[in-house]
């Protein structure tokens, strides 16, 4: 049984901290697999596009800004890894209110996929680990 090698595993040095044990990114043969990606901003608990409570609740919150800043932090890790933007080849998005947000995030992500349609599907779900209402999971090719 083969091992994977720690070569393998990459972490941006530009994107957020990862909140658990894992990597930003592990490379398998010319595919990059990316961890789940959000919007947090590296070296602080801030979160683009959302205002907290004091016990952190959301009290509301920019899914514009929130979907800019996690398609950022994509390109970071992909940069990062040596692979780029126009190489992802599939992306999962998770949204925790798919009806008020979908119609914004359809049109932000046009516009960052415009030259490039990778295969997508957008689920919602009812919480992610951080008070965040976006996350994106990645793969790419990789030289």
């Not at 091992?3 to 044990?21: F, H, R, Y």
């Not at 209110?97 to 415009?114: G, L, P, S």
Request: charged share 25%; with cysteine; glycine share 6%.
């Amino acid at each position: 049984m083969k091992t994977m090698s720690e070569d393998n595993i990459i972490n941006s040095s530009k994107a957020p901290e990862p909140v658990g044990l894992y990597p930003h990114a592990r490379r398998v043969g010319n595919l990059l697999f990316l961890s789940g990606v959000g919007p947090r901003e590296r070296g602080t608990k801030k979160i683009p596009g959302v205002n907290l409570g004091e016990n952190g609740e959301i009290l509301s919150y920019d899914i514009e800004t929130q979907c800019r800043s996690v398609f950022q932090n994509v390109r970071y890790i992909l940069e990062d890894s040596g692979s780029s933007w126009e190489k992802i080849v599939d992306v999962t998005v998770f949204l925790t209110n798919m009806k008020d947000d979908f119609q914004t995030y359809n049109r932000v992500y046009a516009e960052y996929f415009k030259d490039n349609l990778p295969c997508r599907t957008t689920v919602e779900i009812n919480k992610l680990p951080t008070p965040i209402a976006i996350e994106l999971k990645v793969i790419a090719t990789i030289d």
